[in-house]
């Protein structure tokens, strides 16, 4: 990171400086070359049916008959007039509001107990609390999940809340990154401020959250993200319905809902293309903010 | 090197000629593809009658697969959307419309009476394989409603068993006595307001039915509204199952009220009788539904499942040969026995009935014991019943945790039930 190279900053700019530009010549062919496998995937399995499904978007079609243009009609129906695609807005929004704080303030807690514990057992530790990440998206859980709070599940009113809690216990991902963070922050700035007498608290607010704000931005945007397309544990939870009473009907349930069970997927796909504007929307708002409050080092 | 390159040379030979056998299965060779939902047990009993047909005809290859039924929907319809469509396809009643309507089941009219016999069958039920005056499947076998029960409870309670000629007022009154005995531990019936098939069989006591003869619904909203008021009623007069556990009777035997023990009484099909019995051997029976009407249950012989091909088979002969030897191979029938319902060939069922044990005898003898009071199947529900059957359930559960009054949940429920049939 930055960080380094002001800590050490001649040995890196010595070798950036000393090697020359050396270009052989065929050396883009090559990285193309490599680039390859990776390339043929990206334009074969996602580009390639993205602009399929923009189109689909369009039109009316049922899976088994070729799509009927309809224009902007999906687009309109969304929003003028289907109440429920509202309801699963909401929910989506009520999930990623609670979740994703939630995760990242655990996962943060963690991080800075490991960090403390360092070479304590903190290897055995960053395990143990990884687990249930590696585990994320399995159906397995979901269910073991759905019979531990099963009163719960079945309630409109703490269906959601359940939901929630599975996944912030999957803060795995986003600890490992935090506290990756914490080991880049330089120990004499701690050091100075001991001096200076800074206490526990002090410390984190002055020192390690303005340090850790690029990690804490990367997991934010990347949690948000992923709290926007929550799928499988929803799924599994409510039995694939979104129920009791649509209280965990998530945006991606009842687009899989429109597409595969009712044979809309032209109006599927509209919903998908909304949640993706949606989300690119909402990261650009996300990284608008961050001149605000993310701290990169180099500034002055 | 060289015994090397005659080696290879050799293994080439030898590997085309194994291509050109290959290539030679268009030469009366049929391979094709048959998917049913079910169970292990179901998959065990079809795949044997599966290579009993493979070894009388050796010219065809039946590859098989199954799923669960909550998956088996959603993998067919994205098999048949990629242009994958296997060539006999196990089909449900409530979904008929959807694909048949949607041209993707082959038309099996001219091969009925003639390939596909039809001599020893109830010449009403195989209409309901019939859409639009095309055979677009045919019932693979029988089932109907009923009130699968546990007497311990009743007797214990002093509440007289489910039988013809007991009233919803009966049920209620048996049900509070139940729930009452047991301390409110266990209730007396299952919340039955959210499942459309409930809400048939009390529409057709009242000789109304789910869906007119144009698709449209075939009822008016207060006969919903009343529906829902008895279900209400039930639960005011602590008779039923408690909220939190409306939301469970989606899955399987296992998870719903009656298997967990926490009801006496619940509404189902008796073909899946074999689940309950799974989860509680021997302890449970089947009744008929209580009626307000002294001429009929409302129940109705349905096609508990059905078989179709698909229009864009390659092997038409094969796949209704195949469909064929399930439904009138008297071998056939004895190794699949009463796996998916009373079997849809009458002589077969003959045969079945004189070797029953187990789940298969219960469901026989109910079958038995309503058979006069049973009328026949409706036509098949229409495109959107999928969605309307789901539309329901939500809208009572929406009643049942107090997020919305009858009323409210009625008109919602209107307005998405006429938008889904459009």
């Given at each position: 990171m930055v960080l380094a190279e002001r800590v050490s900053p001649a040995p890196v700019r010595s070798v950036a400086e000393g090697a020359p530009p050396r270009r052989p010549k065929n050396s883009q062919g090559v990285a193309y070359l490599f680039l390859g496998p990776w390339l043929l995937g990206a334009i074969g399995l996602t580009v390639a049916p993205m602009v399929v499904s923009l189109y689909l978007s369009f039109t009316d079609y049922d899976l088994f008959n070729s799509p009927q243009w309809v224009g902007l009609d999906n687009y309109a129906k969304l929003f003028g007039d289907d109440p429920r695609y509202l309801d699963s807005v909401v929910v989506t929004l009520k999930y990623v509001v609670w979740s994703v704080p939630l995760k990242l303030v655990l996962a943060l807690a963690v991080a800075l107990l490991l960090n403390s514990l360092r070479g304590k057992g903190q290897a055995f530790f960053r395990s143990a609390f990884y687990a249930p990440s590696l585990l994320g998206a399995s159906v397995g859980l979901a269910l073991a999940w759905r019979a531990i709070f099963d009163t719960w599940v079945d309630t409109p009113d703490y269906a959601l809340i359940t939901i929630v809690l599975l996944s912030a216990w999957q803060f795995g991902a986003p600890m490992v990154i935090f506290l990756a963070g914490l080991q880049q922050i330089p120990r004499d700035l701690f050091d100075a401020a001991a001096v200076d007498g800074a206490g526990w608290w002090r410390r984190l607010w002055s020192i390690t959250l303005p340090m850790l704000s690029p990690v804490l931005f990367f997991n934010l945007v990347l949690e948000t993200i992923h709290a926007f397309q929550a799928f499988t544990q929803a799924f599994v939870v409510s039995g694939g319905r979104g129920g009791p009473a649509d209280s965990t009907l998530f945006y991606t349930l009842y687009l899989y809902e429109r597409g595969f069970t009712e044979f809309r997927m032209g109006y599927a796909s509209a919903m998908a293309w909304v949640l993706l504007v949606a989300i690119a929307l909402i990261t650009a708002v996300l990284f608008r903010t961050s001149r605000y409050w993310v701290f990169y080092g180099d500034e002055r | 090197m060289k015994a090397h390159k005659v080696v290879g040379l050799l293994l080439c030979t030898v590997l085309a000629a194994a291509g050109c056998g290959g290539g030679s299965a268009s030469n009366g060779q049929a391979e094709i593809r048959f998917i049913w939902w079910g169970n292990d047990d179901r998959a065990k009993v079809t795949n044997e009658a599966v290579k009993l047909f493979e070894s009388r005809n050796s010219n065809i290859k039946v590859a098989t697969s199954f799923q669960n039924f909550q998956n088996y929907f959603e993998k067919l319809s994205t098999e048949i959307a990629g242009g994958n469509a296997p060539d006999v396809i196990q089909m449900d009643y409530r979904y008929l419309n959807e694909y048949a309507g949607r041209n993707v089941l082959l038309d099996l009219t001219p091969y009925v009476g003639k390939e596909i016999r039809t001599t020893d069958w109830n010449a009403g039920f195989i209409g309901s394989g019939k859409l639009n005056g095309k055979q677009v499947a045919m019932p693979l076998a029988q089932n109907a409603t009923a009130i699968v029960y546990d007497p311990k409870l009743f007797e214990a309670a002093g509440a007289e068993a489910p039988a013809i000629g007991w009233s919803w007022a009966d049920y209620k009154e048996r049900s509070a006595k139940i729930q009452a005995s047991t301390g409110g531990k266990i209730a007396g019936a299952t919340d039955f307001g959210g499942t459309e098939d409930v809400f048939e069989t009390w529409l057709r006591q009242r000789g109304k039915k789910l869906y007119a003869d144009d698709g449209e619904l075939g009822y008016a909203k207060d006969d919903l509204k009343a529906f829902w008021q008895l279900s209400k009623d039930f639960r005011d007069g602590n008779a039923t199952t408690p909220p939190?556990?409306?939301?469970?009777?989606?899955?399987?035997a296992e998870q719903t009220p009656m298997g967990k023990k926490l009801s006496a009484s619940e509404h189902t099909y008796d073909s899946l009788y074999g689940g309950y019995n799974t989860v509680r051997p021997n302890e449970l029976k089947l009744g008929p539904y209580p009626s307000?009407?002294?001429?009929?249950?409302?129940s109705y012989r349905k096609p508990s499942q059905l078989i179709s091909a698909s229009a864009?088979?390659?092997?038409k002969d094969a796949a209704v040969k195949l469909i064929d030897f399930l439904l009138n191979d008297p071998d056939a029938g004895k190794i699949l026995g009463a796996n998916r319902g009373l079997p849809a060939n009458l002589k077969i069922r003959e045969a079945v009935a004189q070797n029953l044990s187990g789940a298969n005898k219960v469901i026989f003898e109910y079958q038995k014991s309503v058979d006069a009071k049973l009328g026949d199947a409706p036509a098949a529900p229409p495109k959107g019943d999928g969605t309307i059957y789901k539309l329901m359930q939500r809208k009572h559960e929406e009643v049942v945790f107090g997020k919305k009054t009858i009323d409210q949940a009625l008109d919602e429920f209107w307005r998405d039930a006429e938008e889904a049939l459009k």
């Open positions: - | 939190e556990l409306v939301t469970t009777l989606n899955a399987g307000d009407s002294k001429e009929t249950l409302g864009r088979t390659k092997n």
